[in-house]
């Protein structure tokens, strides 16, 4: 995948995080992927879960 | 859905640019002997990929477990319906519970495309989400606790839901 050219003279990589060193390419890439991993760890409250199961039985009464 | 023995509703998003997240969360209840629905257990269908992946999507999941062996695999670690999964996938035609075959032990709807094919959830894709249910309850309790053993009360949210799909079974 790293190796697919974009079309731009730059690979799929380059073309994301933009020209740099291959450690800021990293860098960038490693918080993208942190800010994924971040998003899976946000903890909630009841009142979340409770308007979660609203959220549901509203999708539900409209299916 | 009036032989229903347990539902589950889960929202499924998809999204990402390189590195995906697809996840979703959902709950689930099962009927009683009496015919009254359980309070609500929820659910997690979380997963992180890393691939080429671009855009995104979001359905929404009626899941019907029509069989008393479907309903106790929500106390697996990992619920995975497999082969037990049945339906007509992108089937788009009004009416959809017409078009299920009655020993089917396991019936998906989509919001996009009616029933639904089980492959479209994955195994292995939904979990118990132990901590929400700690958290909505107050104290850990396992999804057995909540779903057959009635140690927990349904909340008034939940109470509400289970109205909903009471009357949805009458009609």
């Known amino acids: 995948m790293l190796l697919v050219d974009s079309g731009k003279g730059y690979c799929t990589v380059c073309t994301l995080t933009g020209k740099g060193t291959i450690m800021k390419k990293i860098a960038i890439l490693f918080a993208l992927g942190l800010a994924g991993a971040l998003s899976l760890c946000a903890s909630e409250t009841q009142a979340d879960l409770d308007s979660r199961i609203r959220t549901l039985t509203a999708k539900f009464d409209a299916l | ?171």
């Open chain 2, 1 to 171: 859905m009036r032989k229903a023995q347990g539902i589950i509703l889960l929202d499924r998003t998809k999204a990402g640019f390189i590195f995906a997240y697809q996840g979703g969360n959902g709950v689930a209840m099962v009927k009683d002997r009496h015919g009254d629905w359980s309070p609500v257990a929820h659910l997690s269908a979380t997963e992180a990929s890393l691939g080429f992946q671009i855009g995104g999507e979001q359905n929404f999941f009626v899941i019907l477990l029509m069989t008393t062996n479907a309903t106790q695999k929500l106390t697996d670690s990992i619920i995975d319906f497999g082969g037990e999964a049945r339906g007509t996938a992108g089937d788009q035609s009004s009416g959809v519970e017409g078009q299920a075959n009655p020993a089917d032990a396991v019936l998906i709807y989509s919001d996009r495309k009616g029933l639904y094919g089980g492959a479209t959830i994955k195994g292995g894709a939904i979990s118990p989400d132990d901590d929400a249910n700690q958290i909505y309850y107050g104290s850990y309790v396992t999804m057995s606790d909540i779903l057959f053993d009635q140690k927990v009360k349904p909340t008034a949210t939940a109470t509400e839901l289970a109205k909903k799909i009471s009357d949805y079974s009458k009609q």
